[in-house]
């Protein structure tokens, strides 16, 4: 449709509108505009966000005059004009000049849209050129790079590469590549005067739209067309242009003419290999760069999805706008040319990639404007002698991208698509395969760097989301290896020492563990490729069976010679247009399994591999020379050990003092001189080296604290002693020690504590500990030499060191304790440590009781090594402050952190101190004979009674911790027993009357008693019956004897008398209920039936005394139980005799058997010694008694008679020199005739 020139606006064909569309509004970052254009009967899904606009707001355009002739240049021309983008943007900018960094640019603009989001990112020029492939004749010539799932295509203009190797060098191999198998006399082809003059009519066009009154004026002094083709020239090799048509021009013409610019010497390519400027790591290039100096010249750069394909494209196509129509794209055709099919294709692309809804199409004849039309967007593929599906267009885009995705797989590799101009064949090189083969070095491929530094940022940004999902570990690990392999160290030091340094924080050493951790590496492919091993072994497949014609897509086994190199083919552009002949395995993001081994030292010697990387990086870049001597780093730096035992506690204190001054004097301030190796503060060396530094010591540290785990001592020390060694040269580099490095260091100095104490606990295997201690890796060998080119690591050598002496071992774990304490209550640590605080604290109350320990231990050593214990040594006196005073300093840490347990432990531990001092105070004799129990003796025990009260007061009750309330009242009934012991078997009568220290002996006994635990149901449970039993007996013993000798008191004698015999029954109920004490039962009941017998010495009545010796035979009846339980051992000691390993059977009935097993025979001689004249004693008495009693007696009484003689025969005839067994038999059956008959089973005692 026309519109006159009269007209102020084109008239606007409203007919056959298929769905409204909204223009855009590219007023800033990030303004969002979605349309879908239907095609026909079917839909073609586009939506358009913009993510960066650097245009104004559309402006309405200046509708021409009919009959203005656009060969005079308007007034306005060659003007900078914001409508147009930016300085100098007009159409004979640089939009035709080959701009082979462009995505680049655009993809460290947008770094968050790499690699995941994007299947594509490139100029819109470059995708346009791809759709129209079957279509066109011209020749194609891109460059691919692959990052993740993202490829970059750049331009690569062969014709303008070719003229700059020539100047630089930079591209001799690509030609010299071309040259010999594409095009042996290849020569710069010049552009048509044609081509110059349809460029300059364009500029001078849009120049005049952009008027705002609309009658553009024409300059008086008009170029002709010589001057216009120079014009051209002097600007397109420096002014962009926002829009051009050039390609679709030049693709009307049956024979398309290759273009030819002069290249910029400011151009990108002369200015990738510089060196970024020093910046905090990791992130090396700040946003101001735009990473080495490519920039993103594009005026709006657009996420554009073309179905499920997603494309950040950059755009300079400028947009009018106003009244009705807010978005329209302007467009000069000539008149006498109809639109063809490749024109259609590109308008139409255009508008889809801006979302502009309408095309205002000016018509010329010879530079004279004739008519405007207006087409909407979704009309133009109906457009006459242009008509073309957009399901085909759709088609080609899936089938280029897939067949991209499907043959560039290789992070880091340049990829060539090229097709020659007239050809059907589109070809796909691996240039950094030719590189390699050329033995071309990485730097002359120019883009490698970009690449590497893409890789770099794309990394960086992801790490940026992998603390909050691991998912994107395995993606960022491939970045970094491949960014790595493309760079050469000597001239890209820093982003190589950063890249490792972020391959080493991909380990997260001191976070557990996930269950999915231990997946491999080849679910992810190779290190570099994307490519899925199951499609490659399915293609292999399909060369060896399918047709070629179907295989000759991928695979160039049937290629000629000289397309050898070539990665891919296509045999004819016509197979883009059939729907999803290329399948890609790509269209998910394959799955890079981060290689996370389970066994934590294999996790710590990766990331320590990544660190002395980087450190070789850093090191290598600097370049002062050291004042230091070569290292050889093939020669162990020993880590030394020494016998400390004859080193003085004032040398020790000396050598230690180094340690806490390291670990509680953080240096302040930063560094103004350079350091030892020749580094300047901040600069990019230093901020990596500090990095580093603490990546190795935290490395170090988890290697040392699993080796502790797997009580590998001397492994674990030598570990610590690294990751201090690291910690050193970082404080040696460091101007100023951050809260989290002082925590971090407090950890360490906590673990080398911990290894130092195991040491000292474990010193049976040393020489084990030595051989692992003295071990070292080349890489630790490296490391170390990295580390003294900044310091001498000397600071902690102290307590690092392996001992032979565990007291010194000892001390220096206590030391590292207290440096560790030191830095938590540092101010700058005050406040935000307090459960480190807590576990330190825990660990100083347990090292300081280790400690009393220890000494208390040498204590009790040097009192058994004494031969005459006259009077207490000045060395033990030394040995029980040394104690002391570490057990109290323990009880103030665990006080601290309100530990009642540990407290009460060691109040526990306090008390045993105070028992081994009453020890020492025993009076021994001359020939060693026990003196009476001395004051000193009493206060001791005494002290040690009050500790355990405090600590039974600490616990507070058996539920808080019931092992150590059992353990602290069994101590404490222990030495309540002790005490009364000693005093009742070493009475001090020379100090106290005898009724003062009976009356203290029963009250130390009955204490014991108290605290003797009989109900709870426990492993001690024996041992409390046990001493309950004893006590009872000894109070029954001291009752039984007071009662003999209290003369006068007859109210005391009964007191006396009913005491003795309740304890003597709670003794014997107490020792039948124990199995393996026949000897103290048996003993008990005889001491019983001699008080019996000396009640019955007092009485004068027969029938008293008859009573009396009947009572006195069914005590001694229940001697039974114990006889029976003594045959009872000696048959099986019998029976293990006669066995082939009798030995080794008593050693394990011993131990099985408990601190009770065994039956002491010398005892039991005795004691039958004492059983057989009483027992025969009484049955005398009582015969006679029977026999001469006056009244008659009954049959009962007669049976009992003739039992009692019965058993007294029996007596009397025993053979004296019978075996003990036999003898034992003889009395338990004896005694069995006798319960049957006197019925003592019914006597209240237990039937046996």
């Known amino acids: 449709m026309s519109a006159s020139t009269g007209d102020g606006e084109p008239c606007i064909p409203l007919d056959n509108a298929k769905e409204e569309v909204s223009g855009p509004t590219c007023t800033g970052d990030n303004s969002k505009h979605e349309s879908a254009i239907c095609s026909g009967s079917s839909e073609i899904k586009s939506r358009a966000v913009v993510k960066y606009c650097a245009a104004p707001p559309p402006t309405s355009y200046a509708l021409l005059q009919e009959k203005t002739d656009l060969k005079l240049p308007p007034a306005n021309w060659l003007r900078e004009n914001p409508q147009l983008g930016t300085a100098g943007t007009t159409i004979l900018g640089s939009s035709s000049k080959s701009k082979p960094f462009s995505s680049f640019g655009m993809a460290y603009e947008f ?62 191999w690509l030609k010299e590549f071309y040259q010999r198998l594409i095009d042996q006399k290849w020569q710069r082809k010049k552009k048509s005067k044609e081509h110059w003059y349809q460029k300059a009519i364009l500029s001078k066009f849009l120049y005049y739209s952009i008027n705002g009154n609309g009658a553009a004026e024409p300059q008086s002094d008009g170029l002709n067309e010589g001057e216009e083709e120079s014009g051209a020239e002097e600007f397109s090799s420096s002014w962009p242009t926002a829009f051009t048509s050039t390609t679709s021009n030049a693709e009307e013409s049956e024979a398309p003419k290759q273009e030819s610019v002069t290249v910029d010497s400011s151009f990108a390519l002369g200015q990738v290999t510089s060196i970024p400027k020093e910046q905090n790591l990791p992130t090396i290039f700040n946003e101001g760069e735009n990473g080495q100096g490519l920039r993103n010249d594009f005026v709006r750069n657009i996420m554009w999805t073309f179905e499920d394909i997603h494309m950040l494209v950059g755009s300079n196509m400028p947009i009018f706008g106003g009244g009705r129509y807010p978005a329209v794209s302007l467009r000069l055709r000539d008149n006498n040319k ?77 990829y060539w698509l090229f097709k020659a101009s007239g050809s059907d064949i589109v070809k796909l090189y691996d240039l950094t395969t030719l590189c390699e083969e050329a033995e071309e070095e990485k730097y002359q491929n120019p883009f490698t760097l970009p690449v590497a530094v893409l890789l770099y940022k794309v990394a960086s940004n992801l790490m940026l989301k ?8 395995g993606t960022i690990r491939t970045l970094l290896l491949n960014c790595v392999k493309l760079l050469d160290q000597d001239r890209h030091p820093q982003i190589i020492a ?132 070569a290292a050889d780093p093939n020669t162990p730096i ?137 071990y070292q890796t080349k890489e630790d060998q490296e490391i170390l030499h990295s580390l003294h080119r900044e310091s001498s690591c000397q600071a902690f050598s102290m307590a690092t060191d392996l001992a032979m002496d565990p007291e010194y071992q000892l001390f220096v774990s206590s030391k590292c304790y207290e440096a560790a304490y030191e830095l938590l209550v540092s101010e700058p640590l005050k406040d935000l440590t307090s459960d480190q605080l807590s576990q330190v604290l825990k660990r100083l109350g347990n090292i300081r009781n280790e400690m009393g320990v220890y000494y208390m231990n040498q204590a009790a050593a040097m009192q058994a090594e004494k031969e005459v214990k006259k009077s207490v040594s000045a060395a033990e006196q030394e040995m029980w402050k040394k104690s002391f005073g570490f057990f109290e300093k323990g009880m103030k840490d665990f006080e601290a952190i309100g530990d009642s347990t540990n407290t009460a432990l060691l109040l526990c531990n306090t008390g045993r101190l ?64 002790t005490l009364a012991t000693l005093l009742q078997d070493y009475a001090p009568v020379s100090r106290k009357a005898q009724e ?73 109920s107490l020792f039948l209920s124990l ?140 053979e004296k020199n019978a075996p003990l067994v036999s003898r034992v038999e003889l009395y338990v059956e004896l005694l069995q005739q006798l319960t049957q008959r006197t019925g003592s089973d019914d006597t209240g005692t237990r039937k046996p």
């Open 111 to 172: 770094i968050d849209c790499i690699g995941d989001d994007v299947d594509v990112v490139s100029d819109s020029e470059n995708i346009k050129k791809l759709l129209k492939i079957p279509y066109s004749k011209s020749h194609l010539s891109m460059a691919v790079h692959r990052v993740g799932r993202t490829l970059l295509l750049d331009e690569l203009d062969i014709q303008e590469l070719f003229m700059r190797s020539s100047q630089t060098g930079d591209w001799t």
């Open 338 to 414: 109809p639109i063809n099919i490749l024109t259609g294709i590109d308008y139409w692309l255009d508008n889809l990639m801006c979302n502009v809804p309408e095309l205002v199409m000016c018509f010329h004849v010879n530079g004279i404007v004739q008519k405007y039309e207006m087409i909407k967007t979704e009309d133009i593929p109906h457009l006459e002698n242009s008509t073309f599906s957009t399901r085909v267009v759709k088609d080609i885009a899936q089938n280029v991208l897939s067949f991209l995705k499907s043959n560039c797989t290789k992070e880091g590799h340049t």
């Open 466 to 473: 992998a603390r909050q999902n691991r998912k994107h570990y």
């Open 498 to 629: 950063s890249a490792h340094y972020m391959l080493s924080e991909l380990f997260q050493l001191d976070e557990p563990l996930e269950e999915d951790g231990g997946e491999s590496l080849r679910a992810g492919g190779s290190e570099d490729s994307y490519s899925d091993e199951d499609r490659e072994e399915e293609e292999e497949e399909e060369d060896l069976t399918e047709d070629s014609d179907d295989n000759g897509s991928y695979s160039n086994c049937s290629s000629p010679q000289d397309d050898s190199k070539a990665v891919a083919v296509i045999r004819s552009v016509g197979e883009l247009s059939v729907p999803e002949k290329y399948r890609s395995t790509h269209q998910i993001r394959p799955s890079c399994a981060f290689p996370v081994s389970q066994d934590k030292e294999e996790r710590c010697r990766l990331v320590l591999s990544y660190v002395l990387k980087g450190l070789k990086a850093v090191d290598g870049s600097i370049k002062k020379e050291s004042d230091l001597p």
């Open 638 to 774: 020993p880590l030394k050990y020494e016998d400390r035992s004859a080193t003085g506690a004032c040398a020790t204190e000396k050598g230690i003092s180094l340690l806490l001054e390291r670990a509680a004097g953080p240096l302040q301030g930063d560094q103004k001189h350079t350091t030892r190796s020749g580094m300047i503060p901040g600069s990019w060396q230093h901020h990596m080296k500090l990095k580093l530094f603490f990546k190795a010591s935290k490395a170090y540290y988890v290697l040392s604290d699993a080796a502790t785990n797997l009580l590998k001592y001397g492994r674990a020390l030598r570990y610590i002693k690294l990751s201090l060694q690291c910690y050193d040269a970082y404080c040696s580099v460091s101007g100023t020690l951050h809260p989290h490095v002082l925590v971090f260091h407090s950890q360490c100095l906590s673990l080398c504590g911990d290894i130092q104490l195991m040491l000292a606990q474990n010193g049976n295997n040393r020489a084990a500990y030595l051989e692992e201690y003295s």
């Open 914 to 977: 105070m028992r081994i001092c009453a020890q020492a105070h025993c009076n021994l004799s001359g020939d060693e004979v026990r003196g009476e129990f001395s004051p000193e003796e009493a206060l001791y025990y005494n002290k040690a009674i009050d500790y355990y009260l405090q600590a039974m007061k600490a616990l507070a009750s058996r539920e808080k911790h019931s092992a150590v309330w059992d353990s602290v009242n069994w101590e404490l009934s222990t030495t309540y027993f």
């Open 996 to 1068: 003062q220290i009976e009356r203290e002996v029963t009250e130390a006994m009955m204490k014991s008693l108290k605290y003797c635990d009989l109900q709870t149901d426990s492993a001690r449970q024996p041992l409390y019956q046990y001493r309950a039993a004893t006590i009872h007996h000894r109070l029954a013993s001291m009752y039984h004897s007071c009662f003999r000798n209290q003369v006068g008191d007859e109210h005391l004698r009964k007191q006396h008398r009913s005491l003795a015999e309740l304890h003597y029954s709670k003794a014997v």
């Open 1075 to 1214: 199995k393996d004490a026949p000897c103290e039962l048996l003993r008990t009941l005889l001491e019983r039936v001699a008080f019996a017998e000396f009640t019955m010495a007092g009485q004068n009545s027969s029938t008293a005394k008859l009573k009396s010796l009947t009572g006195a035979i069914e005590i001694m009846t229940e001697t039974r139980h114990a006889f029976q339980l003594i045959h009872k051992e000696l048959q099986e000691e019998q029976t293990e005799l006669n066995e082939p390993d009798a030995a080794e059977s008593a050693e394990s009935s011993d131990v099985a058997n408990g601190p009770m097993a065994g039956l002491n025979l010398q005892e039991v001689m005795k004691l039958i010694g004492v059983f057989e004249p009483s027992f025969s004693f009484l049955l005398l008495q009582v015969i006679k008694l029977m026999t001469t009693a006056k009244r008659k007696p009954s049959n009962k009484d007669e049976e009992l008679l003739k039992t009692y003689k019965n058993v007294y025969s029996k007596l009397l005839r025993a």
